[in-house]
């Protein structure tokens, strides 16, 4: 039964930016549905919390996750395709099995979820936020299929806010910068271990980077999550909004 409280869907809710979304929305009592392929949240209260195993990648996997969902609520508030994985290669270094992956979690997975949870939506309107990159905007060095599918996860953003503005669904871009999460964590791990340069190096190098002098957290990334998902802000759709300390004004 619908207990009243707003409606959320999250992917990839688990841990980093995900995580630190699924806290802000309970915080604020919203009944939140995560999809996920692992549940290790800790929640002092999991009354308005609830997990579905799903893999994102998987068509089938997310159009039953959110019939599961509907068959208890007609309608849904916000939507927030967040799941991905960040690579590191060339077009000559990345694999087909790698181009796939990526194409299939990164930009597939939020085409689905979008796709799936639009009629419901529909009914009184609603936010989607997609969780993009700097490389939504801009280019980086070795990061072409991950910077691909960023990009793509902006245009099919700005497509969805034009095609279902009549409809009073907005549909914003997060422009993600270096935000220190577990995918942060493990990707300068690997590149020490590749390079042999000291991780600590690595770290200080980083937020030197970032024109603020430091890297982000994955709750500044929620706080923007959740601000846009307000009616109050109904004006902002079609934006890829940037979170990077500066680093594509540069």
Not at 179 to 191: F, G, M, N, S, V
Request: proline share 2%; hydrophobic share 35%.
């Amino acid at each position: 039964m619908d207990n009243g409280s707003k409606i959320l869907i999250v992917s990839g809710g688990s841990s980093g930016i995900g995580e630190s979304i699924v806290h802000k929305f309970l915080l604020n009592n919203y009944l939140v549905y995560n999809l996920d392929i692992k549940n290790n949240i800790e929640l002092s209260n999991k009354q308005n919390y609830r997990w579905i195993n799903v893999d994102v990648s998987n068509n089938e996997q997310v159009s039953t996750a959110v019939n599961s969902i509907t068959e208890t609520h007609d309608f849904i508030d916000v939507v927030i395709p967040n799941a991905g994985l960040h690579l590191s290669g060339n077009i000559e270094t990345t694999t087909d099995e790698q181009l796939y992956r990526l194409l299939n979690l990164n930009l597939l997975g939020a085409y689905w979820l979008i796709k799936y949870t639009i009629p419901y939506m529909k009914r009184k309107g609603g936010a989607i936020i997609t969780i993009g990159s700097d490389q939504s905007s801009i280019a980086k060095e070795n990061s072409a299929v991950y910077g691909m599918t960023k990009a793509a996860l902006a245009h099919l953003t700005k497509s969805t806010a034009l095609d279902y503005a009549k409809f009073n669904i907005r549909a914003n871009c997060i422009g993600a910068g270096t935000i220190d999460t577990p995918l942060y964590r493990k990707a300068i791990y690997d590149y020490s271990q590749r390079s042999g340069i000291p991780l600590d190096k690595i770290e200080r190098d980083e937020a030197i980077t970032q024109p603020i002098g430091r890297i982000g957290y994955s709750t500044e990334v929620a706080e923007l999550a959740y601000f846009l998902a307000q009616e109050n802000v109904s004006y902002i759709t079609g934006a890829v909004i940037p979170i990077d300390g500066g680093y594509i004004s540069r």
